[in-house]
């Protein structure tokens, strides 16, 4: 994301042993070519359509999504750069629609006066509700604005459709730690490069780079503020410290990290979707790690029990009972205890759940089940199996020749239950893990049975 330096040559200070003020670091460290700028190779590689249309300078209108400092805004001040387009921000968080009324107005007057393009570029698109995103709409469609979008949320599920055709979304990934080291480098010697003369340049040990770059969870931004807070507390905070940056200092510096983390946006359904295949794959390490990182990151403790309760059910089922009964019991200790107490519970049915028998049985069954409904949704109840509470339906066969399973042994062997259209099929198949295998032997065992009576 950001490799070249913009520095902004500053007036001489009065005061030259004082650093002077300048822009931060983050946005004097924007490339300003492509070639400048790091990952997000998959759309700016040699020969990648993206790449071969900015430098056509014809791009048309786009949504950019990922993550925070991926370089969603860097890429469209650069797409404005490349087509020679007036470039104007704009946020969905603090403005609104008459500000996307005066933008398409100077847009109108621009094209008019200067020939010249503009590229509107949303912040936080998915902010304006899909009402809000009409505004945008016909200006699209008739070339006023080239739209550039960006968004940390999926559009498909925040972007109004009609807008959302005529936009080609790019999907940004998170830096990769070895990006966000060579970018760490750079950004460090232009650090050094704006010290007093005379000043001793910190340093950075090898292991100190490692851990600032993993720190920044491949967020270019946040590695370059948390690299400008630890220089400005060596160099101006307190000038007499030792100017050595070692993991210590960091820690010290950044205090505890928080995880990057939405409760209602897309790292949610990931993690969530984490945490339920590495119970359903048995993989106690794994499911505890990210049921760890949904807590640390604030989620819901009910939340999370209601989804544990449908592993148990899903993933589980018949192959050890007692899994849903022990969800079910995290989760009203969860609700007793509340957190951080409660959240053992949770932690405790989730070890139990991912080092269970596993069966999807029940989830296949009742899927087939749903199935058949759906495609015989109007087959007639069998009439051995109505109720006859009148004389009137007693008489036309309701509840004729059924057969009271007590009277019969504990079971009425060789009578029907399913419409005759479904008769023979088999929906649930048991499976030979856990308790499933008794399920199986006592499903044999009736059907036995009820062959010998018929």
């Not at 590695?223 to 101006?236: D, F, G, I, K, Q």
């Not at 592993?311 to 951080?340: T, V």
Request: with cysteine; net charge negative.
């Amino acid at each position: 994301m950001y490799t070249g330096r913009n520095a902004m040559n500053p007036e001489p200070s009065l005061f030259p042993t004082e650093p002077v003020t300048q822009a931060p670091l983050a946005h004097r460290m924007r490339p300003e070519t492509l070639d400048d700028f790091l990952g997000q190779e998959h759309l700016l590689g040699p020969g990648k359509p993206l790449r071969a249309a900015i430098e056509r300078g014809a791009t048309g209108s786009m949504v950019l999504w990922g993550p925070p400092g991926s370089g969603k805004t860097t890429l469209a001040r650069l797409i404005a750069n490349y087509t020679e387009s007036a470039f104007v921000p704009f946020s969905a968080v603090t403005e609104g629609v008459p500000r996307v009324r005066e933008i398409i107005k100077e847009a109108q007057q621009r094209r008019e006066s200067e020939g010249r393009a503009t590229i509107l570029f949303c912040d936080e698109i998915h902010r304006f509700n899909k009402a809000q995103q009409d505004a945008f709409l016909p200006w699209v469609e008739e070339g006023v604005i080239t739209l550039i979008g960006a968004t940390t949320e999926n559009p498909s599920f925040e972007l109004n459709p009609a807008l959302l055709s005529r936009l080609r979304v790019f999907v940004l990934e998170p830096h990769s730690t070895e990006h966000i080291r060579a970018i760490l480098v750079k950004a460090l010697a232009v650090l050094r490069d704006d010290l007093p003369s005379g000043r001793i340049a910190p340093e950075i040990d090898g292991a100190a780079l490692d851990l600032l770059a993993r720190h920044a969870d491949g967020d270019a931004r946040r590695a370059l503020n948390a690299a400008e807070a630890l220089w400005t507390h060596l160099v101006t905070i307190d000038p007499q410290a030792r100017p050595v940056i070692d993991a210590d200092l960091i820690e010290a510096v950044l205090a505890q990290r928080l995880a990057r983390y939405d409760k209602a946006g897309e790292e949610h359904f990931n993690l969530v979707s984490a945490l339920h295949k590495a119970v359903r794959g048995s993989d106690v390490e794994g499911a505890l790690y990210w049921l760890a990182r949904m807590i640390q990151g604030g989620e819901d403790g009910l939340y999370l029990a209601r989804r544990i309760v449908r592993m148990a059910s899903e993933d589980i089922g018949l192959a050890d009972p007692r899994a849903l009964q022990l969800a079910l019991a995290a989760k009203d200790a969860y609700h007793f205890l509340g957190s951080p107490e409660g959240e053992l519970a949770l932690v405790e049915a989730v070890i139990y759940l991912a080092s269970a028998p596993k069966s999807n049985r029940i989830y296949e069954a009742w899927g087939r089940a749903q199935t058949a409904a759906r495609e015989h949704p109007a087959e007639p109840v069998p009439k051995h199996i109505r109720n006859a509470p009148t004389k009137l339906m007693k008489e036309i066969g309701y509840g004729a020749g059924y057969r009271y399973d007590h009277s019969e042994g504990g079971f009425a062997a060789g009578q029907e239950y399913l419409p005759e259209a479904l008769r023979g099929v088999r929906w649930y198949e048991p499976g030979t893990q856990g308790f499933e295998k008794t399920v199986a032997e006592r499903l044999a065992w009736w059907a036995e049975q009820k062959n010998k009576a018929r």
